[in-house]
């Protein structure tokens, strides 16, 4: 079955309310898999859950690819640079299961959405991108935002509000790397290495971190590929199909979802400090990605 063709600007314009819809549902199913990754953090180590969560997702993910892209899609000249990528997946994502033990849902999403101000930042560093006055004031409110749920050298600083914030970073370093990726290269083929090379990864780890997993437990794990499998899915359709300026917004409906959920289930109720670097975080990241947008829309409109 041939990859589908690449959408127009005016098909993505009219399918703004379905992207919307993807984009929500898909981040509403990630914050399910990390609820659960929350609760099984108890009993197994984060590397392990990790690999669990590879291992059954990574055959349906490897069905979608050759169906949508047949194995031209599995094809790939930047092998190295794919491992690498999984590896920082593993580290971050590692950190993020981890800073979910120790740290309010809530919270530990909040330090996490500061991920797109460090692509920011890391896109000056690695293509020496021009950012103005402007972006570079959103970022830094951002991450004042950050140093406020943080607290450090407060009474309120907890160290494991530093994993969350290893996780931006390490995310924010698979998006930068993503650009040395070349264009002959779709979404299917980088789908699919994220998916095999967080496996592999995780895999080497096993000897050191494996406990036996109890049957209780089963139906979590499964749920925890599941839902990932289908949040990553949605977000990644939703982006396809309308603009990506108006559609990110949307994945910060995910603090709704990890308050409510931790309030129901760990009775976790965030402090006004929470509450306000929340605030600065998503205001900033908001800001910066309607730049992007006007930026682009603006550049679209000189070449036509």
Not at 139 to 166: D, H, N, S, T
């Amino acid at each position: 079955m041939p990859s589908p063709a690449p959408l127009s600007d005016a098909q993505r314009e009219a399918a703004i309310p379905a992207g919307i819809a993807c984009i929500m549902a898909g981040i509403f199913f990630l914050t399910l898999s990390d609820s659960l990754a929350k609760w099984l953090g108890q009993f197994y180590a984060p590397i392990q859950l990790l690999f669990m969560r590879g291992a059954l997702a990574l055959p349906v993910v490897t069905v979608l690819v050759l169906a949508w892209g047949g194995r031209r899609a599995l094809r790939t000249r930047y092998l190295g640079t794919h491992l690498l990528r999984g590896a920082v997946n593993v580290a971050s994502a590692s950190c993020f299961y981890l800073g979910l033990t120790m740290l309010p849902l809530a919270e530990t999403t909040a330090i996490a959405f500061a991920a797109p101000l460090c692509v920011t930042a890391l896109s000056v560093i690695a293509f020496g991108e021009r950012v103005d006055a402007r972006a570079w004031a959103a970022v830094l409110i951002g991450f004042v935002g950050v140093l406020i749920v943080v607290r450090p050298g407060m009474a309120g600083f907890q160290p494991a509000a530093l994993l969350p914030l290893a996780t931006a970073v390490g995310y924010a370093v698979m998006m930068v790397s993503a650009r040395r990726i070349g264009p002959e290269e779709g979404m299917l083929t980088t789908m699919f290495y994220i998916a095999l090379g967080q496996v592999l990864v995780s895999a080497a780890a096993q000897p050191w971190f494996w406990q036996p997993v109890q049957s209780q437990h089963a139906l979590g794990i499964a749920g925890i590929a599941l839902f990932s499998t289908l949040g990553l899915g949605l977000i990644t359709q939703g982006f396809r199909i309308a603009p990506a300026s108006v559609v990110a917004p949307f994945d910060y409906t995910g603090l709704i979802w990890a308050a409510l959920i931790g309030w129901l289930f760990w009775d976790e109720v965030p402090d006004a400090w929470a509450y306000t670097g929340a605030a600065l975080i998503v205001g900033s990241g908001l800001y910066i990605a309607m730049r992007q947008g006007l930026k682009r829309r603006g550049a679209s409109r000189r070449r036509g």
